[in-house]
């Protein structure tokens, strides 16, 4: 089944070391997005990809990075993590312009800092 | 951008209909409704979403009032494991989708 695949499930690193997270989909759609789920939380969108353009949110601190290498594969970099980063962080892709497409969603990575 | 109101917690029996509200006074006219689940530690899932009709998939229906003020989903025969976070949500032009703080749904044996 076409889907979307975060690896790893879990990810433990130390503080202020840096980490990568990452997505894969075989969904073939234009655009992914990088969300972060606090515990008993919405997800809180970080930044979308449309095709090649990066869009960041206004509020995305400057610590986290993205790198979208092909339509495939998305990348979320925490270069400095910092305890308050510890979170569920989720990947999602969706097709189309004007996104009014649903979202599909993996299963998230769930970072612990130690 | 418009915002979403939603119960903290629902329960209902298995095999009966599970209703759940949403609040969206300010809705613009051409903002989509979705709704989306979140079983415990997996991502959330797509459910379905609307503009003015009713919808109607395999998994649930969308009730949108006329006013477009307020949507119900419906899952017509709930079962143990549709138990999770039902979030309401509102589709910005820009990508974004403007979380609710979800509807805690535990359905009962």
């Known amino acids: 089944d076409a889907m979307v695949i975060q690896n790893p499930r879990y990810q433990v690193t130390q503080f202020g070391k840096p980490v990568t997270l990452s997505c894969s989909q075989t969904l073939n759609h234009n655009v992914m997005y990088w969300y972060q789920q606090k515990s008993s939380q919405a997800p809180k969108l970080l930044f979308h990809y449309y095709d090649k353009d990066f869009n960041n949110e206004a509020d995305t601190p400057d610590n986290f990075q993205s790198r979208r290498p092909n339509t495939s594969f998305c990348f979320l970099d925490i270069r400095s993590p910092g305890l308050g980063d510890a979170a569920m962080y989720l990947c999602?892709?969706?097709?189309?312009?004007?996104?009014?497409?649903?979202?599909?969603f993996g299963d998230g990575t769930r970072l612990s800092i130690l | 951008d418009a915002k979403t109101t939603q119960p903290p917690s629902m329960d209902c029996a298995e095999g009966r209909a599970a209703n759940l509200p949403c609040n969206h006074s300010?809705?613009?006219?051409?903002?989509?409704v979705y709704w989306y689940r979140q079983i415990h530690s997996q991502g959330p899932q797509y459910i379905i979403h609307?503009?003015?009709?009713?919808e109607t998939n395999e998994m649930a229906s969308l009730i949108i009032t006329e006013d477009r003020k307020s949507s119900t989903l419906i899952l017509p025969h709930a079962t143990l494991r549709d138990t999770a976070v039902y979030y309401c949500i509102v589709m910005a032009s820009n990508y974004q989708l403007i979380w609710g703080a979800g509807t805690k749904l535990i359905i009962k044996p």
């Open positions: 999602a892709t969706s097709s189309g312009p004007g996104g009014y497409q649903p979202q599909h």
């Open positions: 609307g503009l003015k009709n009713n």
């Open positions: 300010t809705i613009s006219g051409n903002e989509y």
